[in-house]
T-cell receptor
Framework: EDQVTQSPEALRLQEGESSSLNCSYTVSGLRGLFWYRQDPGKGPEFLFT???AGEEKEKERLKATLTKKESFLHITAPKPEDSATYLCAVQARNDKIIFGKGTRLHILP | DGGITQSPKYLFRKEGQNVTLSCEQN?????MYWYRQDPGQGLRLIYY???????QKGDIAEGYSVSREKKESFPLTVTSAQKNPTAFYLC????????????FGPGTRLTVT
C-alpha cells in the first residue's frame, strides 16, 4: 500500500538551532516528491520537487534531499518566521498523490 | 498576477442544504484538485480533473460532486449526503498532474450546523 509518514509530528527549536524533518515513503514507482509549507488557516505553499535519489534542492535556510526510501528537509539556523507546518507529498507512477500528516515546526525566539 | 482563488473564505450552512465552493485559476493549468483537511489528518483527495469535461473520484468522494466545464474553473458542491461536511477545503492546480507540483488556493472553511 502506498504510504507517506512524516516525523516528528511536532518540533520545537530555539532560534538558530538547526534540525531535520523526515518524510518516509512507500510507493509503487516514484514520479515525484514534494515539500510544502502551510501557515495556520492558509493553503500550502510549494517549496521543492525532488525526482530521483541523490537529488538536493536549496532555498534560503531550507535544503531538501531524497533517497530511495525517504526525504529530509534540513533547516539551518531557523528563525521564528520559519514556524509553520511542513507537508510532504509523493506522486506515484499511476499519478496518485499521497500527503503525509505534516510536521508542526515552532521556532522560539 | 497568476494564481488560484477560492471563495468564500468562510461559509456557514444549515444541515440538509447543498453548498457550492468556488475555485478559479488563471495559471493555464490542465489539472485541478479538491482536498479536505481536518485537524490531525493529512490532505485527503475528494475529486480531481486532468482535463476539461473529465474528472475522477478521489479517496473520499461520497457526498460531493464537481464539474469542469471550463479550464479555469472547478467548483465543488457539498451535498446534504455528506455526513460530516464541516472542514477546511483546499483547491489546487498543476500543469498536467504528472510529476509537477501543485499550487493551492487560500482555502474555504465550511461550517455546517
Amino acid at each position: 500500500e502506498d504510504q507517506v509518514t512524516q516525523s516528528p509530528e511536532a518540533l520545537r527549536l530555539q532560534e538558530g538551532e538547526s534540525s531535520s524533518l523526515n518524510c518516509s515513503y512507500t510507493v509503487s514507482g516514484l514520479r515525484g516528491l514534494f515539500w510544502y509549507r502551510q501557515d495556520p488557516g492558509k493553503g500550502p505553499e510549494f517549496l521543492f520537487t525532488l525526482y530521483s535519489a541523490g537529488e538536493e534542492k536549496e532555498k534560503e535556510r531550507l535544503k531538501a534531499t531524497l533517497t530511495k526510501k525517504e526525504s529530509f528537509l534540513h533547516i539551518t539556523a531557523p528563525k521564528p518566521e520559519d514556524s509553520a507546518t511542513y507537508l510532504c507529498a509523493v506522486q506515484a507512477r499511476n499519478d496518485k498523490i499521497i500527503f503525509g500528516k505534516g510536521t508542526r515546526l515552532h521556532i522560539l525566539p | 498576477d497568476g494564481g488560484i482563488t477560492q471563495s468564500p473564505k468562510y461559509l456557514f450552512r444549515k444541515e440538509g442544504q447543498n453548498v457550492t465552493l468556488s475555485c478559479e485559476q488563471n495559471l493555464n493549468h490542465d489539472a485541478m484538485y479538491w482536498y479536505r483537511q481536518d485537524p490531525g489528518q493529512g490532505l485527503r483527495l475528494i475529486y480531481y480533473s486532468q482535463i476539461v469535461n473529465d474528472f475522477q473520484k478521489g479517496d473520499i468522494a461520497e457526498g460531493y460532486s464537481v464539474s469542469r466545464e471550463k479550464k479555469e474553473s472547478f467548483p465543488l458542491t457539498v451535498t446534504s449526503a455528506q455526513k460530516n461536511p464541516t472542514a477546511f477545503y483546499l483547491c489546487a492546480s498543476s500543469i498536467d498532474g504528472r510529476g509537477y507540483e501543485q499550487y493551492f488556493g487560500p482555502g474555504t472553511r465550511l461550517t455546517v450546523t
